[in-house]
Structures are given as structure tokens and as C-alpha cells.
């Protein structure tokens, strides 16, 4: 019998720590297939951030290194600029990516570091057990915006794909979901995208996934894919940002 | 023998990276040792394979060492005093997850934004660990342009040798004067491989993980263990200086810049009649404690004179376990101290 579905090879056969419902155990399978796909695992150097992906050190079967929090793009650049040979990946949250770490995001995009950002945007803080983002949307209630966002003090969520677009530098950005088989299949794609870019030595690539946390947004897996849905993606859009093969 | 050339020390330290095969330099402008970043921009951007990075903060700079490091390259950082303090949570990281490096520190005066002249205001930070968590640095301070140089090449082979972040402790003065160098043909020193640690390839191998953490308190205690005994090996390595140490009416303890004042201020006092004696430590960690309570014994006083309010000065009383009297005399801002300075004090003292 012809075997059509089993774990990629690039996961290590141990359970996620993830709750019920997290997209990160997607998320880490999609990098995993992607890894496979181009047969790059035993060459991929992949980077861990702080937050509860910390612990994708364990599950890349590949090199792996935890980094400061928000400062993996630093990390990673160090990495590739000594192993330009090697694919170097992140793995970043919004609390990672987008609040402490902004100013290495930008900076790694602008250099066009030849290195693939995985970003995983969840509106939350998920491992200090719920704090407002960054991308916190308007009006959403978190342990520090316990009233809900209030956009007049705390600021409008903020769109990464959009704003590092404006950089000339990134070679792909593109933001996907992944609540619905179509949008995973989409997601999958952007992924293999990505590393496509690095693979060919053209540059800076992000992908941003819309994720949910149900334990924190105190939802069940069902309704928090159903609140990203209607209100994630609004504000949100999907779409690739940026392909400079397109543009050339 | 290699020929003698004048160097700026700034320059002097780029150099002596670059013969001591380093090839990663990431860093952020900052006064008093900003020629350093553009030695290494000059140089290292002309060979190939090599990196050079003006990082968008002393942060990401440090950020990028830790992963050079991690694949096992021969990197290094520099900054100055505020700019050192930026760099302190990538340090402890670094040392956490045992990987060498060099931060080059020239400082200058503090705290705060302080000032941009000479200081040794950083010798806590630099000795004691700097970040979180129980680490040391090994911490070389130079206290002449050639000694930029042998000092950078040795910071370079110890952080090898103990997996451990290496630094060299200068100031704004070393970093600013000209000196005639030499770069002496280097000797191959017998460092442990980097082949069963470094990131890379994992073909034919298990994939490695750099995990700087751990969450179950035994492991990680485990791990803190482990660090510690390296800092007792480390103690093989202290090195110092004795100068006129021949039966002196006192004994002066100071590092770098304010060593050589102290050198002039000897000679000085020669021509009085008083002899004064001069421990000079090389190494700042580990630090010299052994040699100077020896002398405690044979010495009625001993003067400690630091460009601080005084921090070495505990080191030192830690090593005179109170069998002599121990003195002090600094000036900080950035002030430097003159040897007219030292001798009145010493003056004083022996009156």
C-alpha cells in the first residue's frame, strides 16, 4: 500500500508543547514539509525566539539556536553572513517580532539579509499568559489593555508586512491564514516561496501568519478561528507585499 | 622580526584582530573608539568571505556575534562605555551557551551618557559579570599600544580556550595615541577544535541546538556548574606586572592608563629618595589576588589608583585580607590622573 501521509522528516518525533488549538503546530509542520520538499533540512540553521516557540529548538530536526528575545534577525545575520551557504530561518512572534525586536526586523529586511523570517501574528502575548501585542487589535481585551484596546493611548495594531514593504530592500513578503485547507494550501506555498528566495541567494523573505491563541483569547479552537477569520483578516489582509520577481 | 609601525590604538586592536584570523566584526559608532569600526570596515569589507556589519544598535551588533560565534567564527565587537551596557544581555546569552568571543571596551567616563575622555569607571561591570546570571568575561587590560595588540591576539585564544567571551578593558587614551607597533609572527596556540560544537551542516552528525536556558532548575543548575568550574580553571591564567618591586617604601596597584602615570610618577619619586613599587595586573579576571597578598606581607602600605571612585580598590583589599593598610586615590569623569598627582599622595601617606 502506497503510504500518502506521514510526519515530515525535518520534525523530531516528539509531541508539541502547544495548547489545543495553537497554529504553531501548523505552522512548524508547513516549515518542516518545506524543508523536506527541497531535501535542505541537514543544511537549514534554525532560530528559536523567546515567547512559547522557544521550544522550536526541540522540534526542528536541523541546527537549531535560541535567541534574545526580539533579536533572532540579529542572530540569523551573524549565522548567514559566516555560513552564506547555509539556509538560515526564524521563527518570531508578534510580541518578538514587532515590539521588542523592531528595530532588528527592519534593519535585517533593509540589508536584504539572505535569511527567511517566519512571523506568527496572534494579536497576543502568549507565553507571559496573555498581554496586549503590538498587534492587538482595537478594543481587544488583554490582561494589560483589561478595557480593550484603546487606540486614543495605546496605539493602532500594527501591520509588518505593509510597513516593511516600504523598505526597497525585502525581496518577498506575503501574509497568509491558515483557518480553512485553502488558506493552509496557500500557506504552504508562501512558505516554499520564501525559502525559494534564499535558496536562489536573492534575499530578505517574510512570511506572516495569522495565528490564533485560544487559551489566552479564552476562546475553543473553533471560535478562535472563527475571531481571526472576522476579525483578523479584515485588518489583516492576505496577499503577498512584495515578490521582487514580479516587480523585475 | 616583524617591523615597527605607528599606530593609532584604535587601529592598533583592528589590526591585531585581523592577524589573529578574525573575520567578523559587527558593530555601532561610538566615541572614544569609533576608528576601530572603521579599521574593520576598511579591512575586512576588502576580504573576501569576510563580514563587516555598522549594526542598527550596539545591541543587534552583540546579537550578531552570539550567532558568528555559534558557528564557530572568530568574531568580535567593540564599543565604549555606554555602549558596553547595551551589549550586556547578549553577553550573558553568550556566555550561557559557552561560545567565544572578543568585546573590545575603551571607555570612557560615567555613568550616563557621561563624558568622551579616559575612564576605568567600568571595571565592575567588566569583572564581575556585566548582564545576568553568574558568568565572568575574561578581562585583559592593556596599558600601552603594543600591548592592544598582544592582548587582543591573546582575548581572541582564551575565549577559545574556555568557551567564554572575552575583553579587552581598555580607555580612550590607549584608543587615541600612537605608538610604534609590531605584529609579532603569531604562534600557533594549541586551541580545542570547534568541529564538535559549531553550528553548520548537520550531515552525518545529530543536529546541534545553542540552548541558552533551561527551565528545569537542576538542569540548568547543572549548567551553572559547569560554567563555574571553567572560572576556576581560569585562575591559571592570571597575569601581572612587577616594576620596582625591590624593597619599596610602598606599593602602588593600578591597570592601563593609570599604570603608566604611576610608571612616570616612580622615577619621580626616585629623585626624591623614595622608592615606590608597582603591581601592575594584566589580567583584571582572574584577578591577581595571590601575588599582591604576598606582598601585603613585606609592604606598610599599599596605594590603589583607579580612574574610578574606586572598584579595583576592593579587589584588592579582598586580597590584602586586611594585613596592610590600603589606601586610594582616583579621579573619574574623565579626568587622568598626573604622576604629580599620585606622588603628592603618596606623599602624604608616608609623611
Redesign the interface.
Known sequence: MNKVFSRPKSLVDIPFTYCPGCHHGIIHRLIAEVLDEFNIREDTIGIAPVGCSVFAYLFFDCDMICAAHGRAPATATGIKRAKPDNIVFSYQGDGDLASIGTAEIIHAANRGEKITVIFVNNAIYGMTGGQMAPTTLEGQITQTSPYGRDSKTMGMPIRMCELLSTLNTPSYISRVALTKPSYIIKAKKAIKKAFQFQIDGKGFSLVEVLSTCPTNWGLSPQEANEWLDKNMIPYYPLGEFKNSEEVS | MAEKVLMKGNEAIGEAAIHAGCR?Y?GYPITPQSELTAYMAKRLLKIEGA?F?Q???E???I?????????G?R?MTSSSSPGISLKQ??IS?IAC?ELPCLVVNMQRGGPGLGSIQPAQQDYFQATKGGGHGDYHLIVLAPSSVQELVDLTIKAFDLADKYRNPAMVLGDGLLGQMMEPVEFREKKNADLPSKEDWA?????GRE???????NLDPYELEKLVAKIGKKFEKMQDEVEYELINMDNPDIIIVAYGTVARVARTTIQKAKQEGINIGLIRPITLYPFPYKIINQYADKVKHILVSEMSLGQMLEDVKLAVEGKTKVSFYGRTGGVVISPTEILQEVKKILK
Not at chain 2, 199 to 203: D, E, V
Not at chain 2, 207 to 213: E, L, Y
Open positions: 567578523y559587527f563580514a556589519i549594526a542598527e544598535s545591541i543587534a551588533a546579537n550578531m556575534v552570539y550567532g558568528t560565534a555559534a558557528t567564527g568574531v544581555e547578549g546569552y551557551a553550528l553548520g551542516s548537520c550531515k543536529p546541534r541546538k545553542v540552548v541558552p536556558f
